[in-house]
């Protein structure tokens, strides 16, 4: 056969971050297409300039038999099409290097995208590193687009709407928006005061702006006058928010606006410098990329908020559409896509259709645009290993393509994974490409990738032989490398079906990318899966998958308006015009009506809460409403009976298919015998150490082919391991399906025999015990009903040892870490000691404990609602389980039970020492509801006084913490199926010593460093504002690393609310430690052993029993925990309050916690406007809010010169400024608005905070720090909340006027910020997906 002639090659291309894969069709003379595959280094600047045209080109010489020289341009004459998919997008954004652009924003918001959700990254981070914000310049525009109340009553415009807008009509024209609702336009654009501005701008070299105003989803009149304005003045990339992604939040919305500005020139500019390197004809190929949805859009539509994912996209829809052997059909199989690159694995799942989501966070930036749900985790090939403190770590560092691993021959190369299975004998470096070397010319380096092994098996053995351990061979060692890197590749996996009720081992696992052939038998093994499936080109497949992908026209509409029989008609229509409009941008690219398929879809929410859901239309005219409610019961277990259905969007996703997708063939004939094996190996597995392995070429087996494991085969792009016990089949298609051994359970271990402990085991049980406590966050997550726990994420949920020692807590709420173990303590001593009162009764398998009180069990303030489970195995308790939210209402004197006058506990709500929330199985709802009820039975003898009032959500959220409870104990019960209930418990006693030992380590190091004698002490005080101290003397004996905390000297129990049980003590003396402990150790028990807390009964951290403590949970524990890092040095004190806010009426009430400024550290500023310390609660965005609440979100922004000056600046506070359109009660809770937070070592103290009142009629008053207040329609609340102290004295050079967060000069009234440039540190990871929504949330809240 020859090649066709004429103009008919495709190509099909992912540039990766490491490797550029190449899929090239080529139609032969007798019909039939020959494939070309190629892999080549993405970066290889000494020898070609771009890796997807030097790969076409070398296709083409190989085709056309004719040289192509590299310095020539592109012969195009026989190229027919190009589609690409590409990570420049993705790695502009993740190293900080697109387009300097500026953000023109709404007066009153300008650091509202550094705001953003006010939550900090990681939770033990003392130095706040949060990537960048994008631009460079803020232009504020002066304009105000308001949402009035409505005419009849409901929550948010109560119960006399009309009679209130008689007492108070915010001045403004009404007008209607695209949705039908009216806005009220206080005040329009002023574009002659702006014009100056965004010349100053324009004038700096800046040509890319983003423009974001409130509301403009609804109403983008304001937004396309700055646009327009902006075009005039010579911006020639101006991205409209209202246009990028018309949906409500202004911030995630604001974040897409910014992405697409900073992205979209700097991959033009890619395309062009691409473009360029090809002859004129290049005018007639087909050039489309691929976009974040999983569609293919032309060159001339490609936008950079839609390339987020290009690359990883390919990938999903490849192993999609091929996953399909003999007896299948494609695109019907249940299937987890495992992309195992070089820097890092995405997983996904495809069941039938594609998986959506629509909003995500890469890098810091939320992206508000339709991605398909591929979840990233840092482990790949690259991924650097190390050996830390008696811990396996595989990544999340990768040696990334410079300098690459060690086996790939450049100066300063790191081990890797790629390194272990070189030197595992499971890569070939004789059938890798060689490519490596100064001349690329050379295959990989297996003699420098096991030197560089033998050196971490020293130090693993090292530290085996300081303890008495058996030593490893390097072949263990890399081993366990391996076995490490799989667990962390399985956590996302399991969270991605088992989170959403799908069973893992009912899935297919499509295994593709460079390295991922190597590990998928073992992750099958590790999940329970049956079937592997290995494309033919699993090393290429996201290349494959561009070459099959549809092309895709989306358009979308905001809608909001409740699903009627009425409505539906009208939402029906404007989904025909939309269907019309994208069927129209498809024709334009030749595409006929019976390739065209148009999907429709609502985007639904129940009334009231923030989670929609993006329901597909069904096709046959049924109800929508319904199928919004099978998917919502689906995702999240329930539904919420009686309450109205939004329409927040319309939306319709038109594809163009112009290729038939792969069928099944069947095996029609014997294969015959397997031919010889290319070459023996010998390889080590797991399971029967060193073994001489046959390796086979993929070329020389056919369809019906069998191997049997141990084998290796190999391709000229990828090798595929199969284990022992697992056989591989070969497909008609030449693929390879392996049928995988299901692992059996480990062998019972004699109780009475002492478990030896294994460093890798230890990094296998550290990552299972956290996963198993993230697993019961994501399902507490899913099943609740409140705002507080289901979108603020004011939760915790934790595994504790059957003493009520912490085992493991996933990265949740600061303030709960040390008080749920107290919870648990006090529950075993209630209902098991002798002395306790339910000591007769016990507990007995399908109990479950509920408790909330602070003083007499453990809890940290009343709202938060402590659910605790025993974990039973051969009728013993062995474990148990715990979850702790924070509840709308528990009653009390104030809605949402966070009175700030309360003067006694019973003033604060129901407070429950110990009740059976279920027992012997049976949910306990009559008990529970008295309980909850009980303070309205005080309401003759205390003002105000009430039970819950909001009962349904209290049970449903309770329902919804039992429920996590027994996924908890289900995965518990998995672990000692898998390894034995002796293992499984002792290696919960060897996590908690490492961790014991790393704290350990840090207080000898800190004893040492701050020239203490061997038995030293620090001190530290500070002053709550009623003047009551807090006085703690540390005492470190360096001969062991032990420590008593001594609070002696603090203040008396005082006659207000700020006193705080020891429990909440404890979380912060426990948050401090695991945050001075640089070490990514796991938080447990452990970390407490070594420390002796001493706190004075009656005191303000030991208070008595009847005393109030709602404010000691949210502003004492930030106050205990700056003078703690006081004591060690560590860092200036942040804003030490939580700024407490809620308001509302009979009808509604709200709640939010108010960021301010982090104090500076010894190397670092503090970061301005974040959550710090013992909280991380997210803020609701500014569009939800006013659409919600009766209010008009005026200023969001930092509140500059708040934080403390220093060599080391603090970070700034923030001002946050409400306006109320109705009649409302208001409550402030906070702290530091008369002491300031202090300076360390010579650096400034923070500006308090201040709270006002701003009356309609312009009078002023201060509220001070704890108040109540009513307020009238028109009357504004300004709180502006502290910064953070400053470290250090200022030098010469002064720090504090340079560099870090927060750097800002407002010239003209406060108009124009201006910001560092988004400068390059660190790579962020990429994150995406469902799983990594979530994680990212967890690890922020």
């Given at each position: 056969?020859?090649?066709?002639?004429?103009?008919?090659l495709?190509?099909?291309?992912?540039?990766?971050?490491?490797?550029?894969?190449v899929?090239?069709?080529?139609?032969?003379?007798?019909?039939?297409?020959?494939?070309?595959?190629?892999?080549?280094?993405?970066?290889?600047p000494?020898?070609?300039?771009?890796?997807?045209r030097?790969?076409?080109?070398r296709?083409?010489?190989?085709?056309?038999?004719?040289?192509h020289?590299r310095?020539?341009?592109?012969d195009?004459?026989?190229?027919?099409?190009?589609r690409?998919?590409?990570?420049?997008?993705?790695?502009?954004?993740?190293e900080?290097k697109?387009?300097p652009?500026?953000?023109?924003?709404?007066?009153?918001?300008?650091?509202?995208?550094?705001i953003?959700n006010?939550?900090?990254p990681?939770?033990?981070?003392?130095?706040i590193?949060?990537?960048?914000?994008?631009?460079e310049?803020?232009?504020?525009?002066?304009?105000?687009v308001?949402l009035?109340?409505g005419?009849?009553?409901?929550?948010?415009s109560?119960?006399?709407p009309?009679?209130?807008?008689?007492?108070?009509?915010?001045?403004?024209?009404?007008v209607?928006?695209?949705?039908g609702?009216?806005?009220?336009?206080?005040?329009?654009?002023?574009?002659?005061?702006?014009?100056?501005?965004?010349?100053?701008?324009?004038?700096?070299?800046?040509?890319?702006?983003?423009?974001?105003?409130?509301h403009s989803?609804?109403?983008?009149?304001?937004e396309?006058?700055v646009g327009?304005?902006a075009?005039?003045?010579?911006?020639?990339?101006?991205?409209l928010?209202?246009?990028?992604m018309?949906?409500v939040?202004?911030v995630?919305?604001?974040?897409?606006a910014?992405?697409d500005?900073?992205?979209t020139?700097h991959?033009l500019r890619?395309?062009?410098?691409?473009?360029?390197?090809?002859d004129?004809?290049l005018?007639?190929?087909?050039?489309?990329f691929?976009?974040?949805?999983?569609?293919?859009?032309?060159?001339?539509?490609?936008?950079?908020?839609?390339?987020?994912?290009?690359?990883?996209a390919?990938?999903?829809?490849?192993?999609?559409?091929?996953t399909?052997w003999e007896g299948?059909?494609?695109?019907?199989?249940?299937?987890?896509?495992?992309d195992m690159?070089?820097?890092?694995t995405?997983?996904?799942?495809?069941a039938?259709s594609?998986e959506h989501?629509f909003?995500?966070?890469?890098?810091g930036?939320?992206?508000q645009?339709?991605?398909?749900?591929i979840?990233?985790?840092a482990a790949?090939?690259?991924?650097?290993?190390?050996?830390?403190?008696?811990?396996?770590?595989?990544?999340?560092?990768?040696a990334?393509?410079?300098?690459?691993?060690?086996a790939?021959?450049?100066k300063g190369g790191c081990?890797?994974?790629t390194?272990?299975?070189?030197?595992?004998?499971?890569?070939?470096p004789?059938?890798?490409?060689?490519?490596?070397?100064?001349h690329e010319?050379l295959?990989l380096?297996?003699?420098?990738?096991?030197?560089?092994?033998?050196?971490?098996?020293?130090?693993?053995?090292?530290?085996?032989?300081?303890?008495g351990?058996p030593?490893?061979?390097?072949?263990?060692?890399?081993?366990g490398?391996?076995?490490v890197?799989?667990?962390?590749m399985?956590?996302?996996?399991?969270a991605?079906?088992?989170?959403r009720?799908?069973?893992v081992?009912?899935?297919?696992?499509?295994c593709?990318?460079?390295?991922?052939?190597?590990?998928?038998?073992?992750?099958?093994?590790?999940?329970g899966?049956?079937t592997?499936?290995?494309?033919?080109?699993?090393?290429i497949?996201?290349?494959v998958?561009?070459?099959?992908?549809d092309v895709?026209?989306e358009?979308?509409?905001?809608?909001?308006?409740?699903?009627t029989?009425?409505?539906?008609d009208?939402?029906?229509?404007?989904l025909s015009?939309l269907?019309?409009?994208?069927?129209?941008?498809?024709?334009?690219?030749?595409?006929?009506?019976?390739?065209?398929?148009?999907e429709?879809f609502?985007?639904?929410r129940?009334?009231?809460?923030?989670?929609?859901v993006?329901t597909?239309?069904?096709?046959d005219?049924?109800d929508p409403a319904?199928?919004?409610?099978?998917?919502?019961?689906?995702?999240?277990g329930?539904t919420?009976?009686?309450?109205?259905?939004?329409v927040?969007?319309?939306?319709?996703?038109?594809?163009g298919?112009?290729?038939?997708l792969?069928k099944?063939?069947?095996?029609?004939?014997?294969?015959?015998?397997l031919?010889?094996?290319?070459?023996?190996?010998?390889?080590?597995?797991e399971k029967?150490?060193?073994?001489?392995?046959?390796a086979?070429?993929?070329?020389?087996?056919?369809?019906?082919?069998?191997v049997?494991?141990?084998?290796?085969?190999?391709d000229?792009i990828?090798?595929?391991v199969v284990?022992?016990?697992c056989t591989g089949h070969i497909?008609?298609g030449?693929?390879?399906?392996?049928e995988?051994?299901?692992?059996?359970?480990?062998?019972?271990?004699?109780?009475?025999?002492?478990?030896?402990?294994d460093?890798?085991?230890l990094?296998?049980f550290s990552?299972?015990?956290?996963?198993l406590?993230?697993?019961?966050g994501?399902t507490?997550?899913?099943t609740?009903?409140s705002v507080?726990?289901?979108e603020?994420?004011d939760f915790?949920?934790?595994?504790?040892?059957?003493?009520?020692g912490?085992?493991?807590?996933?990265?949740?709420l600061?303030?709960?870490?040390?008080?749920?173990?107290?919870?648990v303590?006090?529950?075993?001593q209630?209902?098991?000691?002798?002395?306790?009162a339910?000591?007769g009764e016990?507990?007995?398998e399908?109990?479950?404990?509920?408790?909330?009180?602070?003083?007499l069990?453990?809890?940290?303030?009343?709202?938060?609602i402590?659910?605790?489970t025993?974990v039973?195995?051969?009728?013993?308790?062995?474990?148990?389980?715990?979850?702790?939210?924070?509840?709308?209402?528990?009653g009390?004197?104030?809605p949402g039970?966070m009175p700030?006058?309360?003067?006694?506990?019973?003033?604060?709500?129901?407070?429950i020492v110990?009740?059976?929330?279920?027992?012997?199985?049976?949910f306990q709802?009559?008990?529970?509801?008295?309980?909850?009820?009980?303070?309205?039975?005080l309401?003759?003898q205390i003002?105000?006084?009430?039970?819950?009032?909001?009962?349904?959500?209290?049970?449903?959220?309770?329902?919804?913490?039992?429920?996590a409870?027994?996924r908890?104990?289900?995965?518990?019960?998995?672990?000692?199926a898998?390894?034995?209930?002796?293992v499984?418990?002792a290696y919960?006693?060897?996590i908690?010593?490492?961790?014991?030992?790393?704290?350990?380590?840090m207080?000898?190091q800190?004893s040492?460093?701050a020239g203490?004698?061997?038995?030293?002490?620090?001190?530290?005080?500070d002053?709550m504002?009623?003047?009551s101290?807090?006085?703690?003397?540390?005492?470190?004996?360096?001969?062991?690393?032990?420590a008593?905390?001594?609070?002696?000297g603090?203040?008396?129990?005082?006659?207000?609310n700020?006193?705080?049980?020891?429990?909440?003590?404890?979380?912060?003396v426990?948050?401090?430690?695991?945050?001075?402990?640089?070490?990514?150790?796991?938080l447990?028990?452990?970390?407490?052993?070594?420390?002796?807390?001493?706190?004075?009964k009656?005191?303000?951290?030991?208070p008595g029993?009847?005393?109030a403590?709602?404010?000691?949970?949210v502003?004492t524990?930030?106050?205990?925990?700056?003078?703690?890092?006081?004591c060690f040095?560590?860092?200036?004190?942040?804003?030490?309050?939580?700024?407490?806010?809620?308001?509302?009426?009979?009808?509604?009430?709200?709640y939010?916690t108010i960021a301010?400024?982090?104090g500076a550290?010894?190397?670092w500023?503090?970061?301005?406007?974040?959550h710090?310390?013992m909280?991380?609660?997210?803020?609701?965005?500014?569009?939800?809010?006013e659409r919600?609440?009766?209010?008009?979100?005026?200023?969001?922004?930092l509140?500059?010169?708040?934080?403390?000056?220093?060599?080391?600046?603090?970070?700034?506070?923030?001002?946050r400024?409400?306006?109320?359109?109705?009649?409302?009660?208001?409550s402030?809770?906070?702290?530091?608005?008369?002491?300031?937070?202090?300076g360390?070592?010579?650096?400034?103290d923070a500006?308090?905070?201040?709270?006002l009142i701003?009356?309609?009629?312009?009078?002023s008053?201060?509220?001070?720090?704890?108040?109540?207040?009513?307020l009238?329609?028109g009357?504004?609340?300004?709180?502006?909340?502290?910064g953070?102290?400053g470290?250090?004295a200022p030098?010469?050079g002064?720090?504090?006027?340079?560099g870090?967060?927060?750097?800002?000069?407002?010239p003209?009234?406060a108009t124009?910020?201006?910001r560092?440039?988004?400068?390059s540190?660190?790579?962020?990871?990429r994150?995406?997906?469902?799983?990594?929504?979530?994680?990212d949330?967890?690890?922020?809240?």
């Open positions: 056969m020859a090649p066709a002639e004429g103009r008919n495709a190509f099909s291309i992912d540039r990766g971050g490491t490797f550029t894969d899929f090239a069709e080529i139609p032969q003379d007798d019909g039939s297409v020959e494939h070309r595959v190629m892999k080549l280094l993405s970066e290889d000494d020898n070609y300039p771009d890796a997807p030097e790969g076409i080109r296709v083409l010489e190989e085709v056309t038999g004719k040289p020289p310095e020539d341009k592109v195009t004459s026989r190229i027919a099409s190009i690409m998919g590409t990570t420049v997008a993705t790695n502009a954004l993740l900080r697109g387009e652009c500026a953000l023109a924003v709404t007066k009153g918001f300008r650091d509202l995208l550094h953003g006010q939550a900090r990681q939770i033990f981070d003392l130095e590193d949060v990537p960048d914000v994008l631009y310049e803020v232009v504020e525009v002066d304009e105000e308001l009035p109340l005419e009849e009553p409901d929550r948010r109560g119960k006399d009309r009679g209130d807008e008689e007492t108070y009509r915010p001045e403004g024209n009404r209607e928006t695209l949705t609702e009216m806005v009220c336009v206080r005040r329009p654009v002023d574009l002659a005061g702006l014009r100056p501005m965004l010349q100053a701008v324009r004038d700096k070299g800046i040509a890319s702006i983003a423009v974001v105003l409130k989803y609804i109403f983008p009149d304001h396309k006058q327009q304005l075009s005039e003045l010579g911006f020639t990339q101006v991205s928010s209202s246009v990028v018309p949906m939040k202004m995630p919305r604001g974040f897409t910014t992405a500005a900073y992205l020139p991959i890619y395309i062009q410098t691409f473009q360029s390197g090809f004129e004809g005018g007639e190929v087909q050039l489309s691929m976009q974040s949805d999983g569609g293919l859009t032309p060159v001339s539509l490609f936008s950079g908020h839609k390339a987020i994912l290009s690359g990883p390919g990938g999903y829809v490849g192993y999609a559409l091929t399909v299948s059909e494609a695109g019907q199989q249940q299937v987890i896509g495992f690159g070089g820097t890092s995405d997983v996904s799942r495809y039938g594609y989501v909003e995500s966070t890469t890098a930036v939320t992206i645009a339709p991605q398909l749900d979840n990233t985790v790949g090939g690259g991924s650097r290993l190390f050996f830390r403190r008696g811990l396996y770590q595989a990544g999340p560092e990768s990334g393509a410079h300098p690459g691993p060690v790939y021959r450049k081990l890797a994974i390194d272990a299975n070189l030197v595992l004998g499971r890569v070939l004789d059938f890798f490409p060689k490519i490596f070397g100064e010319d295959p380096d297996s003699h420098g990738a096991r030197q560089a092994m033998e050196e971490v098996a020293g130090q693993v053995n090292e530290h085996a032989r300081q303890r351990q030593e490893k061979s390097v072949d263990e060692v890399a081993m490398f391996i076995q890197a799989n667990e962390t399985c956590r996302p996996i399991r991605l079906t088992q989170m009720g799908y069973d081992a009912a899935h297919v696992l499509a593709f990318g460079g390295a991922g052939g190597q590990h998928a038998c073992a992750i099958a093994v590790a999940l899966m049956k592997v499936f290995v494309h033919r080109y699993a090393g497949l996201s290349a998958g561009i070459g099959l992908a895709v026209a358009k979308q509409e905001p809608a909001a308006v409740e699903l029989d009425g409505t539906f009208k939402l029906t229509t404007r015009n269907d019309t409009e994208a069927a129209r941008t498809l024709k334009e690219q030749g595409f006929t009506n019976d390739q065209i398929h148009v429709r609502l985007n639904l129940y009334d009231g809460t923030d989670v929609p993006m597909p239309c069904p096709p005219g049924g319904k199928a919004f409610e099978n998917q919502y019961r689906r995702e999240f329930f919420l009976a009686g309450r109205a259905i939004i927040d969007d319309v939306r319709v996703r038109a594809t298919r112009a290729k038939d792969p099944a063939g069947d095996i029609t004939s014997d294969p015959g015998p031919p010889k094996a290319a070459a023996t190996t010998s390889a080590y597995f029967g150490g060193r073994q001489d392995t046959p086979y070429r993929l070329s020389d087996l056919k369809s019906g082919h069998v049997e494991g141990p084998a290796i085969l190999i000229d990828s090798c595929i284990e022992p016990e497909t008609p030449g693929d390879v399906r392996i995988v051994q299901r692992k059996a359970p480990s062998a019972a271990v004699d109780s009475s025999q002492d478990v030896q402990q460093s890798v085991q990094a296998i990552h299972r015990f956290m996963g406590a993230e697993e019961m994501r507490l997550q899913r609740s009903i507080n726990i289901k603020r994420l915790s949920c934790a595994l504790f040892a059957p003493d009520g912490l085992v493991a807590n996933a990265p949740h600061p303030v709960h870490l040390g008080a749920m173990s107290d919870a303590r006090a529950q075993l209630y209902w098991t000691d002798r002395d306790g339910g000591k016990g507990i007995e399908g109990d479950v404990m509920v408790t909330n009180h602070p003083q069990a453990g809890g940290s303030h009343l709202p938060d402590t659910v605790i025993p039973f195995d051969a009728g013993k308790i062995v474990f148990y389980v715990a979850s702790r939210g924070h509840h709308a209402d528990v009390g004197i104030t039970s700030p006058m309360s003067k006694s506990l019973v003033e604060e709500g129901a407070a110990s009740f059976k929330l279920v027992r012997a199985g049976e709802e009559e008990g529970i509801t008295e309980l909850l009820e009980a303070p309205g039975r309401a003759d003002e105000g006084m009430s039970g819950t009032r909001n009962l349904g959500d209290n049970l449903s959220d309770l329902r919804a913490q039992v429920a409870n027994n908890g104990i289900q995965l518990v019960g998995d672990l000692i898998e390894y034995g209930l002796p499984v418990h919960m006693g060897f908690q010593e490492n961790a014991e030992q790393a704290v350990r380590e207080l000898q800190f040492e460093g203490l004698p061997q038995v030293g002490t620090v001190t530290a005080e002053f504002d009623d003047g101290p807090i006085r703690l003397a540390v005492t470190i004996d360096r001969s062991d690393g032990s008593v905390f001594d609070f002696e603090t203040g008396p129990e005082v006659f207000g700020t006193n705080a049980p020891p429990a909440v003590t404890s979380s912060a426990i948050y401090a430690l695991r945050s001075m402990v640089t070490a990514d150790i796991p447990n028990q452990g970390c407490l052993r070594p420390v002796d807390i001493r706190i004075p009656d005191s303000l951290l030991w029993e009847e005393a403590v709602v404010g000691g949970n502003l524990s930030q106050r205990v925990t700056d003078v703690i890092l006081k040095k560590a860092a200036a004190a942040s804003q030490g309050c939580m700024n407490n806010l809620t308001f509302g009426d009979s009808q509604l009430g709200y939010e301010g400024g982090a550290g010894p190397h500023h503090g970061r301005s406007g974040v710090t310390h909280t991380n609660t997210r803020i609701t965005d500014p569009e939800i809010l919600r609440y009766p209010v008009a979100l005026h200023q969001f922004q509140r500059p010169g708040s934080g403390g000056t220093g060599k080391w600046r603090g970070g700034d506070g923030v001002v400024e409400l306006e109320f359109l109705r009649p409302v009660t208001a402030i809770l906070s702290e530091r608005r008369a002491m300031r937070p202090f360390l070592c010579g650096g400034g500006q308090p905070g201040l709270n701003v009356r309609r009629s312009g009078h008053v201060n509220l001070g720090g704890k108040n109540t207040t009513h009238q329609g009357d504004r609340l300004l709180i502006y909340t502290p953070g102290g470290y250090g030098d010469d002064s720090s504090d006027k340079d870090g967060d927060g750097d800002e000069a407002r003209n009234g124009v910020a201006r560092s440039p988004a400068r540190q660190t790579p962020h990871r994150a995406s997906g469902r799983v990594h929504s979530y994680q949330s967890q690890l922020s809240a």
